[in-house]
């Protein structure tokens, strides 16, 4: 027997109203690979022309609110992964997160013929502009209609202006679903004419048929009149095709007919599903300005049950590479170079709209757990500690409790401590955390004062997938350190870093004031990145303790020993993954210990003279003849004058995957070609 394509591994359906997605989501868990399929659940917030696209961030935390809403309609053993997006268009914005999720289908509602020509329901069915709740309220999507496409303008026979978009563009297949509520599917008919749009019905129709147990019907129609070699030469044919494509079983039925949309809406009344393929070429139109052909539109119009319309994609691949292959390859690089620095700017906007997460979103533990375990992922979250006796105690306790114990979420907690001087060790470790002291670890290689010291030597001393660091001085510690990082790296697979930022009240005279604390940060660190990174000034808190990130990222990058580490990692990150791979997540509000002025300057300058060393690597050109290591401090008062002379400088520790100790320890956990290529 013939081998059969696989079916669709990753599903994309844009949601426009999460209350009538139900129908939608039911399809797409019906269709998954049994192997290993993911449905994601998209929501698209549009942000006009002449706004900056951040201006979408809260309407897509928002967004995301209304699309939890889609969990509760996913079948037993089927994941949903909900995620929002911001852009100028609806199509856009599908389109290119069918690309970047890998999607093998995106499956679009459509809400008729008559909405298609500018309608309101058209504008949520067809991927979603403004989307409303059945009682006139405003729905999940927002901002303003797209434009038709080029070459739809007065024709009544598109889906919607949206899906003829993303069909123009799509880089998988399409399914496009005429709803009319159908629960219980027990019999599906399939009308075929052959060609690739059949046989992805044909294969869809099949997959659907074994999930449901239902009856599947294939629908040829031939002329009337016919010899009865002929029709015994359509049958054969028939059953041939359905041989090729069809696992389980399915009826045959060869009809007479002279009209073919009346002919199969009569056997569609008797149907609790229909499933067709376009007659349209693949990649194009049928001729006649549809883009999936007249007859599919005129039956999923018009039939009782609901209908769905695939098109396949599968001759884009080609067209798409002969297209590439015609581009002018002379163009210099500084007009490419000029080109990404004008984009700058629309990408920080719609990445701080679109990355930009809230704790709450993520407080549903159990959900974390059953992706955490879905991914096959481990969580280690380290504890990185300098006399903290005062705070560790409640912080390891509640961790254990909530993050261990209530919901497994975390693997392992470990309390890397940097020598202390007071009781953190014993008070750590009576409330159950492993504790180890980073001088202690990899002693080959001797030992540095600094936080970022001792992270980099967690990576050695931890197992799990995805680590998560925090802050051990808070005084107001809450899991959502913990899980307000972790549960972005768990939805969304494209990021690999998240940071935390909070409100950072200042304690002075014994009074908590608001807003006081942060300077660094605003003073120091974000001048620097503005003037030298402008692609990450949409970071909040660009220096905050409290992140997480995947290993196999964390291990291929150095880490600079002291006060230097955070901006070195968002530098050195998102050169590496790119700004879609950053995320960023609000944790409300921190109480933590404030440092006096002349510690934040110490703090200041160490940072500043990582910026400068990632600079210099970056031009390959030495800036600065001579970048000074030691810090001045005059000191006055009482008669006594003075300079203190202090030598200030981070160390930088090499990526761990670069150290010996480490791949053993990690033997037979990294990917069989990781370590070769790394070494």
Not at 605 to 628: D, H, P, S, T
Request: hydrophobic residues 40%.
């Amino acid at each position: 027997m013939p081998s059969r394509p696989p079916l669709p591994a990753r599903i994309l359906i844009p949601v426009a109203n999460p209350l009538t997605a139900e129908e939608l989501i039911r399809l797409g868990a019906s269709l998954l690979d049994p192997r290993a399929g993911d449905l994601t659940a998209l929501g698209i917030v549009e942000v006009p022309e002449g706004m900056p696209l951040s201006e979408g961030a809260t309407r897509a935390r928002h967004a995301r609110r209304l699309l939890q809403r889609v969990l509760d309609f996913a079948p037993e053993g089927t994941t949903i992964h909900p995620i929002v997006r911001i852009g100028r268009h609806a199509a856009e914005g599908i389109v290119e997160a069918a690309a970047e999720q890998e999607a093998d289908l995106i499956i679009f509602g459509w809400g008729g013929k008559a909405h298609a020509l500018g309608g309101p329901a058209a504008r949520s069915a067809g991927g979603g502009v403004r989307a409303t709740d059945g009682h006139g309220q405003a729905g999940m999507l927002s901002g303003s209609p797209s434009p038709r496409a080029p070459g739809t303008q007065g024709h009544g026979a598109v889906f919607s202006p949206t899906i003829d978009e993303v069909v123009r563009e799509s880089p998988c297949d399409i399914a496009v679903v005429k709803q009319r509520g159908s629960t219980a599917i027990r019999r599906i008919l399939v009308p075929v004419r052959g060609g690739p749009h059949a046989e992805l019905a044909l294969r869809f129709a099949d997959a659907l048929a074994r999930h449901h147990e239902a009856t599947l019907v294939v629908l040829h129609l031939v002329p009337p009149g016919i010899t009865l070699a002929v029709r015994a030469q359509a049958e054969r044919a028939l059953t041939g095709f359905i041989r090729q494509l069809v696992q389980g079983k399915a009826e045959p039925l060869v009809r007479e007919a002279s009209n073919v949309r009346n002919a199969i809406l009569r056997e569609a009344e008797s149907a609790d599903l229909v499933v067709m393929g376009a007659s349209a070429a693949p990649g194009g139109t049928d001729g006649e300005g549809t883009l999936f052909g007249v007859l599919p539109e005129a039956v999923a119009t018009r039939a009782r049950p609901t209908v769905v319309v695939v098109k396949t994609q599968e001759t884009i691949g080609n067209r798409t590479f002969e297209q590439l292959a015609q581009k002018v390859e002379s163009l210099a690089a500084a007009d490419r170079a000029a080109e990404e620095a004008r984009a700058v700017p629309a990408r920080v906007e719609r990445w701080f709209g679109e990355s930009n997460f809230h704790h709450a979103e993520f407080a549903d533990l159990r959900r974390l757990v059953q992706l955490k375990e879905k991914q096959g992922l481990t969580v280690s979250l380290v504890l990185p500690t300098l006399d903290e006796e005062e705070t560790i105690g409640p912080i390891v306790r509640r961790a254990m409790r909530e993050l261990m114990g209530r919901a497994p979420l975390l693997d392992e907690i470990v309390v890397v401590d940097s020598a202390s001087r007071d009781r953190t060790r014993e008070v750590a470790e009576a409330e159950g955390a492993r504790v180890v002291q980073h001088p202690d670890v990899l002693t080959r290689y001797g030992s540095f004062k600094g936080k970022g010291e001792a992270l980099w030597k967690s990576l050695y001393e931890t197992t799990g997938d995805l680590i998560v660091w925090a802050d051990t001085d808070v005084k107001n510690w809450h899991p959502r350190m913990v899980y307000g990082t972790l549960g972005p790296l768990l939805h969304e697979s494209r990021l690999q870093y998240v940071k935390g930022y909070y409100q950072r009240p200042i304690v002075e005279g014994g009074m908590l004031r608001e807003g006081g604390g942060g300077r660094v940060t605003e003073l120091v660190a974000r001048p620097l990145i503005n003037l030298f990174y402008p692609e990450l000034s949409g970071l909040i808190q660009p220096l905050s303790g409290e992140y997480a990130g995947r290993r196999l990222l964390l291990e291929t990058i150095p880490f600079f020993t002291g006060y230097a580490v955070e901006m070195g990692h968002l530098i050195d990150v998102s050169e590496r993954v790119g700004l879609e791979g950053l995320g960023q997540v609000d944790l409300e509000r921190r109480v933590h210990r404030n440092q006096e002025l002349e510690g934040l300057s110490r703090m200041s300058f160490v940072i500043l003279q990582a910026v400068m060393k990632r600079l210099e690597e970056r031009r390959k050109a030495r800036l600065f003849a001579e970048m000074g290591s030691t810090m001045k401090l005059p000191r006055s008062g009482r008669g006594r004058l003075s300079l203190e002379v202090i030598e200030l400088a981070d160390q930088e520790r090499p990526p761990m995957i670069r150290i010996p100790e480490y791949l053993e320890r990690r033997r037979g956990v990294l990917p069989a070609t990781a370590e070769p290529a790394l070494r």
